[in-house]
């Protein structure tokens, strides 16, 4: 479903290098990131795009692209849903709060992402949705470009949880520490409803590896997987880099 947004930019924390992992203080003194402490000053327009939105059985998702030139090394967007009356319905502040919500890693330049939540009301009630940006560091543009990777879906399947999603993921170039992997979903109307997503570990270059998405909401007939897409990121605070030689 593609509805009207209300987009607005945070400014970003001063506290960044003290709150973010050791991997993210390096980077930031190599060079390799960058954050700017007056962002909101100097972007007139929002931080990402954001191309659409969809709701399905109380949980709101929301895909947004980068336009810009850089690699977003990683940044925290705050969601507020409001009804027709402009009344607040729901926010991502809770799903936040258990880690669930709503932080990007490594977004490049005209790439989108997918965050999902859940509005604790029916979802049917929102009109639009407020964005707002945290937390935000950059790429400096120094760094080597990221391996492609491609995304393929082989089957949507109903379980008690809700729905999985089993795609094929293969990394062509070379290998590959970590990955975010999503799934867009369209309904039986054909417009977006859903995004579901997870990260994997340790993929080999030129091996398709089988991964299973769950979404923990039922979905209505004839719902279908419009694209999977899956693209590398850095290690950070909550995800360390694993030891992929075994």
């Excluded at 973010?20 to 972007?43: F, M, N, R, Y």
């Amino acid at each position: 479903m593609r509805r009207r947004f209300v987009m607005a930019i945070a400014g970003v924390m001063v506290g960044l290098v003290a709150l973010s992992g050791c991997s993210d203080i390096a980077a930031q003194l190599s060079g390799e990131q960058v954050t700017d402490p007056e962002l909101s000053e100097k972007l007139v327009s929002p931080l990402l795009e954001t191309v659409s939105w969809g709701e399905v059985d109380g949980m709101l998702s929301v895909v947004v692209r980068n336009p810009g030139d850089r690699t977003l090394r990683h940044a925290t967007a705050v969601f507020v849903a409001r009804d027709a009356d402009g009344v607040t319905v729901g926010s991502s502040t809770s799903s936040e709060k258990k880690g669930t919500c709503c932080t990007v890693y490594d977004l490049q330049p005209d790439a989108e992402y997918g965050f999902y939540f859940d509005v604790g009301v029916d979802a049917g009630q929102v009109a639009e949705v407020e964005v707002n940006y945290r937390d935000v560091a950059w790429r400096s543009g120094k760094t080597e470009p990221v391996p492609a990777m491609r995304g393929a879906p082989v089957a949507l399947t109903a379980n008690t949880l809700g729905a999985v999603v089993v795609a094929d993921v293969t990394t062509p170039a070379s290998p590959v520490r970590q990955a975010i992997a999503q799934a867009f979903l369209d309904g039986p109307d054909g417009e977006f409803i859903a995004v579901v997503s997870g990260r994997w570990t340790c993929f080999a270059p030129g091996v398709p590896r089988r991964i299973q998405m769950q979404l923990y909401h039922p979905l209505p007939a004839g719902t279908t997987v419009d694209s999977v897409v899956a693209y590398p990121v850095g290690e950070d605070v909550a995800h360390p880099e694993p030891d992929c030689r075994s």
